[in-house]
């Protein structure tokens, strides 16, 4: 058998046995916020390598999809907030089309919890807080890098890097900034064995209430 043909049998009998945990109605949080910060606690506090860190999922226009790797920074009632540069590529797919998912997964507790929701820029006076609370290291790479854009090496890169830190300002340009993904769905996932996992939605009605279902996993 080729290294290859080994390798592909590998991944078609590769199996992980769920079993660190349940998630059943009668000890959910009506709130799907709360029920998220509760669950974050527990990721934050636990072994789990940035938390925060979330897959953000959007598509633009013409419906082409795109994710990446975010980090959260702020959450609440009223949604989910992380920065950007707005001319990035995620950057014009949400202005154009601001419809959003976002995917936490946390492996070391067998946890994923799915958010869907409408999108929008937070105000001014929020994004200059958050910009001005960071290092100057990464507000002047922040400011210095065209981000999505092509460059013709990382010496490019690095001078423009220096240039802006030398020129002492590192106010935050107007095409940097947050955006909230304000949910109408989520979905938290428990592994459990024989592939027989918790999966309990909560969906926004028309009422501003939230209704709560189990699906099949």
């Known amino acids: ?14 199996r992980e046995n769920y079993d660190r945990g349940e998630l059943l109605e009668s000890k959910i949080d009506k709130d799907p916020v709360q029920q998220f910060s509760s669950w974050f606690a527990v990721a934050a ?20 999809p795109s994710a990446r790797v975010v ?7 009223e949604g989910f907030v992380f920065y950007t540069n707005y001319n990035s590529r995620k950057g014009r797919d949400l202005i154009a089309n601001p419809q959003a998912a976002l ?6 507790l067998e946890r994923q919890i799915r958010i869907e929701g409408q999108v929008e820029k937070v105000s001014k006076e929020q994004s200059d807080t958050y ?31 220096k240039r802006v830190k030398e020129s002492g300002d590192l106010s935050r340009p107007d095409h940097w900034g947050g955006f909230i993904v304000r949910p ?26 939230w209704d709560i279902d189990r699906l099949a996993p």
């Open 103 to 108: 995917l936490f997964f946390w492996d070391e």
């Open 184 to 209: 109408h769905r989520f979905e938290f996932w428990q592994g459990r064995p024989a592939r027989l996992h918790d999966r309990i939605v909560y969906r926004l009605g028309e009422d501003g209430k």
């Open 131 to 161: 910009f001005n609370n960071r290092p100057a290291d990464s507000r002047a790479a922040s400011i210095s890098s065209n981000q999505s854009s092509t460059v013709d090496s990382r010496k490019e890169l690095q001078e423009n890097y």
């Open 45 to 64: 506090n636990s072994d789990v390598r940035e938390a925060n860190a979330m897959i953000l999922a959007s598509s633009n226009s013409k419906g082409q």
């Open 71 to 77: 980090l959260m920074r702020d959450f609440s009632n």
């Open 1 to 14: 058998m080729s290294a290859k043909d080994k390798h592909k049998e590998d991944l078609n009998y590769a």
